[in-house]
């Protein structure tokens, strides 16, 4: 397996991955937005024997304390390839990605059952004023320690109002 950053190439791919792992277009046009309005940090893609298998976007998110925080969504994998690590190698490596582009911490929305085991918390999310604020399928990844020990608020790009 192979993970590298998208190409504009990948585009219909990625909507392709995304459209079948949710069984709704609904991502794929989330995504397509993000790029459109150029709230993107980064996109990375899964290749097995050299065909794309999955993708996960990380973008920038407005804080009120100045510092940057990524927002990780959405994430994909072709259904026949689920449960087989792809998605986990996505997670690791986009958090060194996250790191590397300088993020300060990162927010998720997602499956309780999933992101913990890479170090997402509700807990840690508890000091974020989002619209997602509360709910348990919002956790938080410090990348730099501290990183959400004080309040703050964060506005997502606007696509996600969507
Ligand atoms: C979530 C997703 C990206 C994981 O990709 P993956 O390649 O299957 O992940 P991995 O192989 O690294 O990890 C598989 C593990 O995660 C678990 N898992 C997968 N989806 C899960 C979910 N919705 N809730 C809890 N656990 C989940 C699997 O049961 C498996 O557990 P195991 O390691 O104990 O066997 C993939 O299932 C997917 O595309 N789902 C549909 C789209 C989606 O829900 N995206 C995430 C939005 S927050």
């Known amino acids: ?49 050299g065909v794309l298998e999955g993708h996960i976007l990380f973008s920038r ?11 990780l969504a959405p994430m994909a994998v072709r259904p026949a390839l689920q449960t087989r690590g792809i998605g986990s190698a996505l997670v690791r490596s986009s958090l060194d990605n996250a790191r590397e582009f ?18 997402f918390l509700a807990e840690t999310a508890a000091n974020v004023r989002s619209p997602y604020s509360g709910s348990p399928a919002f956790m938080a990844l410090e990348i730099d320690p501290g990183a959400f020990a004080e309040p703050v608020m964060v506005a997502y790009p606007n696509a996600f109002a969507g």
């Open 1 to 49: 397996m192979t993970i590298r950053h998208a190409r504009r190439t990948d585009h219909t791919g990625i909507a392709e991955i995304n459209t079948l792992a949710f069984g709704k277009p609904d991502e794929a046009a989330l995504i397509q937005r993000l790029r459109d309005d150029g709230d993107v940090m980064f996109e990375l893609v899964a290749e097995v024997d």
């Open 61 to 71: 998110l407005w804080a009120d304390n100045g510092r940057f925080y990524a927002a």
């Open 102 to 119: 300088g993020a300060h911490g990162v927010l998720v929305l997602g499956h309780t059952g999933y992101y913990p085991k890479f170090g």
